[in-house]
């Protein structure tokens, strides 16, 4: 088994793009899912409620991020400082201390999306746990988990029940990996990559749960009932979720700031248990 595919999301919600290589943190791979938007109310706001959301692309750019729309319109905005503003912000039920990223970034946002929006940013202060028995981990504004894993072949197979095959994009993990059969990751306990850096230990915590976004098209955020209505006729489990991927917790990972951070790279070998 090996890494096939590496995927970055730098704002929660908004398009990512694949990569070469991910390094990693406590919170999972630097740089991603550590810029979130929120509404009026601080709560975070997705694609669940703002389709438009989809039609943004966002890349880290050395102590920042870049912001680009369809038609190429882009701004530029550096990660916030000890100065910027503190704003306490809801993500699930998690209450936690961000940095405003300011107001050319909100006005910009706003625009785009045709509602009020504020984007946000993880600080030096920011704190939030896994939930027991792994409150000893931490996770950036992602969902559940610092990281997801799907398997190349568990798409495959999905493909092969569809019209029209959908890209992994619409699932948004971070890593992918081929040579295993379809739905492995359902039973997998640990996962280890051997990076150029020496291995790499994640623990498996939790199948993903899939919400409404893998409904909505990558780049456009139309609602269309594929691929969810397949999945649900054969991934659909007995507590009624639809569940596709595995979420990571790293084991053995490095500290926010660590000027040698491990690195995760495309072949890199990959062992489960």
């Known amino acids: 088994m090996e890494i096939s595919a590496l995927y970055h999301f730098p704002v929660k919600s908004l398009q990512g793009h694949k990569c070469k290589s991910l390094s990693l943190d406590q919170f999972g791979a630097i740089n991603d899912r550590r810029w979130m938007l929120v509404d009026h109310d601080n709560q975070f706001v997705t694609q669940r409620k703002l389709r438009a ?4 692309k966002a890349t880290a750019i050395g102590e920042g991020l870049r912001l680009e729309n369809a038609e190429g319109e882009r701004i530029e905005i550096r990660q916030p400082g000890s100065e910027a503003e503190v704003k306490t ?3 699930w039920s998690d209450d936690v201390s961000t940095r405003d990223a300011g107001d ?3 006005h910009w946002l706003s625009g785009q999306l045709q509602t009020p929006v504020r984007l946000v940013a993880m600080g030096e202060e920011f704190h939030r746990p896994l939930e027991a028995p792994r409150a000893d981990r931490q ?3 992602a969902d559940a988990a610092p990281l ?3 398997s190349q072949p568990s798409l495959d197979d999905l493909n092969s029940r569809l019209t029209e095959p959908v890209s992994m994009l619409r699932f948004r993990p971070n890593l992918v990996v081929s040579g295993c059969e379809p739905f492995a990751e359902d039973h997998w306990k640990t996962l280890t990559i051997h990076t150029h850096d020496g291995p790499l230990v994640f623990d498996c915590t939790h199948p993903c749960a899939r919400c409404a976004i893998p409904g909505l098209h990558p780049f456009t955020g139309r ?3 594929e691929p969810l209505r397949t999945l649900a006729s054969y991934r659909r489990w007995e507590d009624g979720q639809i569940y596709f991927g595995m979420n990571l917790a790293p084991a053995t990972a490095g500290q926010t700031g660590d000027p040698n951070p ?4 495309l ?3 990959v062992e489960v248990r």
Do not use: N, P
Request: charged share 20%; aromatic share 4%.
């Open 53 to 56: 959301m989809a039609q943004l």
């Open 89 to 91: 912000v809801r993500v």
């Open 104 to 106: 050319d970034a909100a």
């Open 139 to 141: 996770v950036s504004f």
């Open 148 to 150: 997801l894993v799907i």
């Open 223 to 225: 609602a269309q009932k």
């Open 262 to 265: 491990v690195t995760i790279h």
């Open 267 to 269: 072949g890199d070998r």
